[in-house]
Structure formats: C-alpha cells, structure tokens
C-alpha cells in the first residue's frame, strides 16, 4: 500500500498511479497528497478544442496500488 503521503519533491511532476480496479495505471501530474488520497491533472484531448482540456481527479489511497514518478 502506498505511504499516506508523497515526497514533497514529487509535487507537479509527472507520475504513474496503478489503480487496483481496471488493471491499468494512469500517467498524470502530481497536483497533491494526503492521508486521504493524491490529487492528479491529466489532459483530456476534446475532439472540439483545438488544444486539450486540463482534468483536475481525486484518487483515494484505497484505489491506488502504487505511484512511480516518471521525471
């Protein structure tokens, strides 16, 4: 299980979560942690804006399996 909170030094770097549902991870900036879950930004290409949108999502500790910072 994952520590209740991230090194500082992750903070807006780019990182994996593996999700324990779904079996996939998700490629996302560290926005936040705490003992409650990790908050990510991920850009959501939209098929009618020519640049993507910015997603702010929750992830409660529960839900995540592991974090791996990618930078």
């Known amino acids: ?24 991870g998700v490629r996302a900036r560290l926005t936040s942690s705490s003992s409650a879950g990790c908050i990510v930004e991920r850009e959501m290409p939209q098929d009618d ?6 997603q702010r999502v929750f992830y409660p500790w529960p839900s995540v399996l592991s974090v791996t910072p990618l930078e």
């Open 1 to 24: 299980m994952v520590e209740e909170l991230l090194p500082a030094g992750w903070k807006k770097k780019e990182v994996l979560l593996e999700l324990t549902r779904g079996g996939h």
């Open 49 to 54: 804006a020519p640049e993507p949108v910015t």
